[in-house]
T-cell receptor, first 113, second 110 residues
Framework: GENVEQHPSTLSVQEGDSAVIKCTYSDSASNYFPWYKQELGKRPQLIIDIRSNVGEKKDQRIAVTLNKTAKHFSLHITETQPEDSAVYFCAASPDFGNEKLTFGTGTRLTIIP | DAGITQSPRYKITETGRQVTLMCHQTWSHSYMFWYRQDLGHGLRLIYYSAAADITDKGEVPDGYVVSRSKTENFPLTLESATRSQTSVYFC?????????FGEGSRLTVL
């Protein structure tokens, strides 16, 4: 089955700086890579996703990049703000619409004011 | 309100007891899932269901039982709870490409 590794497990950045979270996956058949954000005590929520036919996707201050050859993908957050503090999970699945996601172990991001 | 709800939100039980966590969604989504969240392990899939009366094992199914007689309900039962099943349990349903999670059920097994 699929195995998703996520690094780092914790990350602290100064407010206004950028944050990068990296994930690698094992199954070359995976084609859909979403990212979920979980604020303290809340449920995980989808923030951005990318499919294998796209190398990069942006949505305001967040962006995801995908390197299918190397089997890794990353989340980039620019101009970080206190509300970005949360746990972020990457995930992979064989296809968009295939809901059986394999999640990474999560990254706790702390924004230092 | 429409959405996905879990009950109970908090539960303390003892080793060997049976526990059922309930999950209800109002969207009529076909797929439903149960995940457990543990520090250092992220979200691990326990069981999922593609439709009523269709269920399948995920990554960590041992010690758990599910059923889905109606599209909107997907209960998770721990037949004989163990301390290793202390965790936060999330139910989810999906619209293609996105999981919608419930608020979670924190279970403590003493």
């Amino acid at each position: 089955g699929e195995n998703v590794e996520q690094h780092p497990s914790t990350l602290s950045v100064q407010e206004g700086d950028s944050a990068v979270i990296k994930c690698t996956y094992s199954d070359s058949a995976s084609n859909y890579f979403p990212w979920y954000k979980q604020e303290l005590g809340k449920r995980p929520q989808l923030i951005i996703d990318i499919r294998s036919n796209v190398g990069e996707k942006k949505d305001q201050r967040i962006a995801v990049t995908l390197n299918k050859t190397a089997k890794h993908f990353s989340l980039h957050i620019t101009e970080t703000q206190p509300e970005d503090s949360a746990v972020y999970f990457c995930a992979a699945s064989p296809d968009f619409g295939n809901e059986k996601l394999t999640f990474g172990t999560g990254t706790r991001l702390t924004i230092i004011p | 309100d429409a959405g996905i709800t879990q009950s109970p939100r908090y539960k303390i039980t003892e080793t060997g007891r049976q526990v059922t966590l309930m999950c209800h969604q109002t969207w009529s989504h076909s797929y439903m899932f149960w995940y457990r969240q543990d520090l250092g392990h992220g979200l691990r899939l326990i069981y999922y269901s593609a439709a009523a009366d269709i269920t399948d094992k995920g990554e960590v199914p041992d010690g758990y039982v599910v059923s889905r007689s109606k599209t909107e309900n997907f209960p998770l039962t721990l037949e004989s709870a163990t301390r290793s099943q202390t965790s936060v349990y999330f139910c989810a349903s999906s619209f293609p490409g996105e999981l919608f999670f419930g608020e979670g059920s924190r279970l403590t097994v003493l």
